[in-house]
């Protein structure tokens, strides 16, 4: 593979946003912090979107470039797309606590 077809920016990111369209079935190394860690997709990732790199608890953060984007609303496994229909903003919001 002579492309990447996932961008992990950060070590402590739990995503990878897709630079390709990704099917489901396809397998990817994913490079971080130096060190290469396989990933099987197992639902279609549309360019742009985001793949778990690894498992994402239900209300843990999602991190994606270094930075908390969102939070979990149900259980993410390694390799499913992770979109609006598992992930929930957080920022700006009035009517969660900041603590």
């Keep these: 593979m002579s492309k990447s077809q996932v961008i992990v920016m950060k070590a402590i990111d739990n995503v990878a946003t897709a630079t390709q369209e990704i099917l489901p079935d396809t397998d990817l ?8 860690v396989g990933i099987h997709v197992t639902e279609k990732i549309p360019f742009g979107h985001k793949v778990a790199i690894r498992e994402i608890a239900k209300g ?3 991190i994606k470039y270094g930075e908390v984007i969102g939070e979990a609303t149900a259980h993410i496994h390694p390799g499913q797309h992770t979109h609006v229909h598992n ?3 957080c920022r700006g919001r009035g ?3 900041d603590g």
């Design 29 to 36: 190394m994913v490079s971080i912090n130096g060190s290469m």
């Design 60 to 62: 843990d953060k999602i």
């Design 87 to 89: 992930l929930g903003g």
């Design 95 to 97: 009517d969660l606590s």
